[in-house]
């Protein structure tokens, strides 16, 4: 057996080259939410079960990573629940805590627990790591970083336009501009049950529906069939199955049921403020979007790639009206949305969408001949880093290629040279490690010195 060292399966160390990466996302991220009014706000990575059972349905659930009890707490099993086959009530008695599923059901609790303090609306963004208990597979890990924009105590349908003006422009920023916005309603999928003869199943309905992408559209009706025996396959399947099925088409098949005209009507509003005339990506109503969250009660929005249909969603959100009832707060209705920051980054590396300078891991080397020559030079590379150039001093007094070398490896772009002629001469050599070529610079005029 290897003892070679290796992560748990479905998480990730990052290099440095990465990381960098990752936080140029995250930067233009956290930019453009601050520029659209969202305040940012950090949770514990850790829940009570009652926090975040319950709220996910129970595919949900069963995702969610439960924490053992310690200490004294160990006692508390319930060993006769074990012996008898009930293991929900055995994992309830040893474990208390979960590490948080996503970042929406720790919003809800957030706002109940802190209403006091808060001014409504509240705009909030949250950049953190969640845990699900998935299969990992391409773009899809049990640790991922959640990148979250939510306005609780709001119903305008403003609240959706922004946040889908908002998505169009952090992606067009990262340089996309091929991306599709799928919209629906959770009120229309409501119709829809009523429509098909359904609507006291709706939970069960939505989770089969949501599975759509994955095993197709005749599964998903082979499935609904076999659940539901007084459903109307004929009706169903010309829903699914007919592609040109446009937005005004569903409006007339659900004229007259009152829950799907209303998911109707903010759908309308929508689409008369955002047309793809004002955004770089595509926005379209897609009637077999459902996202399997219990949670959600309104507008639903998901991205995707038009050319990379594997790599799944790259950010979803919708309104969820009645979350924070579940921690007693009520009549506050929210609606957010999520960016998948490791899905946006395969992506991006895949598009070659980085800006070169991020792969410096420095802007400048400091070539070391002497720790007094280091000292003589140290104005410069003070004046350097206070105009926040990245400048690193190499360590060791070894030979020059070495030195030279290992800037190279790090893609730095200037090298600085000053040993004993240089001290002789009080003249600095900046060397340009990209083009090959070197400037001469007087010692005392440091301030004529151009990177």
Not at 307 to 322: A, E, K
Not at 402 to 427: D, L, R, T
Request: hydrophobic content about 35%; glycine content about 6%; aromatic content about 10%.
């Amino acid at each position: 057996m290897s003892n070679s060292p290796s992560n748990p399966k479905g998480t990730r160390d990052f290099l440095p080259s990465e990381l960098s990466k990752r936080n140029h996302i995250i930067d233009i991220l956290k930019k453009n939410f601050k520029n659209f009014g969202f305040s940012e706000i950090e949770t514990p990575a850790l829940e009570k079960n009652s926090t975040l059972l319950g709220k996910y349905g129970n595919e949900g659930d069963r995702l969610v990573f439960k924490i053992l009890n310690s200490g004294e707490k160990v006692k508390k099993a319930d060993i006769e629940a074990l012996k008898s086959n009930n293991l929900n009530s055995f994992t309830k008695s040893v474990s208390e805590k979960g590490l948080r599923y996503d970042l929406t059901v720790p919003l809800a609790r957030y706002v109940a627990q802190h209403q006091n303090h808060l001014i409504f609306p509240f705009k909030r963004f949250q950049i953190q790591n969640v845990w699900r208990a998935d299969r990992p597979q391409h773009g899809r890990f049990q640790e991922f970083t959640q990148c979250d924009a939510d306005v609780v105590g709001n119903n305008s349908i403003i609240q959706e336009i922004e946040l889908i003006k908002l998505y169009d422009k952090v992606f067009t920023e990262l340089g996309f501009d091929d991306l599709v916005f799928k919209i629906n309603h959770r009120l229309i999928l409501k119709g829809i049950a009523e429509y098909l003869g359904i609507a006291s199943n709706l939970n069960e309905f939505i989770s089969i529906i949501d599975k759509l992408d994955k095993i197709g559209i005749d599964s998903v009706v082979k499935e609904i069939k076999y659940m539901f025996s007084n459903v109307s396959i004929s009706k169903l399947e010309n829903l699914l199955k007919n592609k040109s099925l446009s937005f005004d088409n569903i409006s007339s098949i659900l004229c007259d049921i009152p829950l799907a005209v209303e998911g109707l009507d903010d759908l309308t509003s929508i689409f008369d403020f955002i047309s793809n005339k004002s955004i770089n990506n595509e926005i379209k109503f897609d009637l077999t979007l459902a996202r399997g969250l219990n949670y959600y009660t309104g507008t639903i929005i998901e991205v995707s790639s038009k050319s990379n249909t594997r790599l799944g969603s790259l950010g979803g959100g919708g309104r969820y009206d009645d979350l924070t009832s579940l921690f007693n707060m009520k009549n506050t209705s929210g609606v957010g949305i999520s960016f998948g920051l490791d899905r946006i980054f395969i992506l991006m590396e895949e598009r070659n969408l980085f800006p070169d300078h991020l792969k410096n891991s420095f802007d400048v080397i400091v070539i070391n001949f002497g720790i007094n020559y280091l000292k003589e030079i140290y104005p410069v590379i003070d004046r350097l880093r206070n105009q926040n150039k990245k400048v690193l001093i190499y360590p060791d007094q070894v030979k020059l290629n070495k030195q030279f070398s290992y800037a190279n490896k790090h893609n730095a772009s200037y090298a600085i040279v000053f040993g004993e002629n240089e001290y002789n001469n009080k003249e600095i050599i900046v060397k340009n490690m990209i083009e090959g070529t070197q400037s001469t610079y007087n010692l005392k005029k440091i301030d004529s010195i151009i990177f």
